[in-house]
Every structure is written in C-alpha cells, then in structure tokens.
C-alpha cells in the first residue's frame, strides 16, 4: 500500500519561506515531484528529482527560489521555497512514479499525496 504524506505547508508572507515534506512509504520510486494547483488553474509541475542520481528540474518561474531534494534513507523528499510571492499560493502535491521522460509532467507520476495549502499573503 503505497502513501505519501505532506506536511509543512501554511500561511506566509510575500518575501517569506516554507518548506515542504513529503514523506512515502510502502515502495521504492525512481522519481518524486512537488505539483501545484490554483484554483481554476491546470495542475502544474513545480519541480522533479530523480531519488538515485539527484537529478532535478523546476518549471522557469520558481527557478534560483525553491529547491526540491531528497533523504534516500527516509524516503522523503523536501521542498524549500523562498522568496515567495502571491502568485506561489495554491495546493501543493507530491507525486511519486517512475518517470522516463519528464520530472515536469503530471502523466508520469503514478501516486499523489491528498496535498498541502500554501497561502502568501
């Protein structure tokens, strides 16, 4: 049975930071991601990392602010983000999968955490 679970989203400041967690349990993935959604807003791919090699990628607009990484021994991926800005508010999910092609791309990911609020204001 597989889970993740988030924790660390909340209420902040423009200018502010947060960071998430994203903690998974119940099998071994090659790729973890952190997503996004407004509301009335497509799900975006905020950032990816291959759990092995370190390998990452972000989406442009939160690249030189947020830094996704990972704990192999705890399974846990993290996402730091500074220097938030309002535009940043929106439910955040990790996902977890085998991903051949694209950190970026929601269809790669087989598993989604329930997801956690991150408000700026």
């Known amino acids: 049975h597989v889970q993740l679970v988030e924790s660390g989203g909340g209420l902040v400041q423009p200018g502010g930071s947060l960071r998430l967690s994203c903690a998974a349990s119940g099998y071994a993935f090659n790729s973890m991601g952190w997503f996004r959604q407004a509301p009335g807003k497509e799900r975006e791919g905020v950032a990816g990392?291959?759990?092995?090699?370190?390998?990452?990628d972000y989406v442009d607009s939160v690249k030189g602010r947020f830094t996704i990484s990972r704990d192999r021994s705890k399974n846990t991926v993290y996402l730091q983000m500074n220097s938030l800005a309002p535009e940043d508010a929106a439910m955040y999910y990790c996902?977890?999968?085998?991903?051949?092609?694209?950190?970026?791309?929601?269809?790669?990911?087989?598993?989604w955490g329930q997801g956690t609020q991150v408000t700026v204001s």
């Open positions: 996902a977890a999968g085998w991903v051949n092609r694209n950190l970026l791309s929601k269809s790669e990911y087989d598993y």
């Open positions: 990392i291959y759990t092995t090699s370190g390998q990452t």
